[in-house]
């Protein structure tokens, strides 16, 4: 059993940057492969990015890629989602799942594949 938590969003101009962080409980963090998903009012959750168990594969959607960066602290289990160029478009609630053990990320974009969620931080861009 994994527990998530996510922090860090909030409100911001377009073209500012948030980090968001998602602490995982459990001694078995580091065997998780970890995404961050996103879902807008009305709208379908959508896979944003994903990290490999391990940290030595990431993936990303396209429409965040160049702007967006997953990365992960095993010794802090912590999974973090630094956010650059914001567009009002991002504006949704924020989820971290994670996806384990040691399974891949390489085509796992759907929701479904995910076996444990948080409950989500909001992530509000103002144009």
């Known amino acids: 059993q994994v527990q998530l938590v996510e922090s860090g969003g909030g409100l911001v101009q377009a073209g500012g940057s948030l980090r968001l962080s998602c602490a995982a409980s459990?001694?078995?963090?580091?065997?998780?492969?970890m995404g961050w998903f996103r879902q807008a009012p009305g709208k379908e959750r959508e896979f944003v990015a994903a990290?490999?168990?391990?940290?030595?594969?990431?993936s990303y959607t396209d429409s965040v890629k160049g702007r967006f960066t997953i990365s992960r602290d095993d010794a802090k289990n912590t999974v973090y989602l630094q956010m650059n160029s914001l567009k009002p478009e991002d504006t949704a609630l924020y989820s971290c799942?994670?996806?384990?053990?040691?399974?891949?990320?390489?085509?796992?974009?759907?929701?479904?594949?995910?076996?444990?969620w948080g409950q989500g931080t909001q992530v509000t861009v103002s144009s």
């Open positions: 799942a994670a996806r384990g053990p040691f399974k891949t990320i390489v085509g796992v974009t759907s929701p479904s594949w995910y076996d444990f």
């Open positions: 459990g001694r078995t963090f580091s065997s998780y492969s």
């Open positions: 990290i490999r168990w391990g940290g030595s594969s990431t």
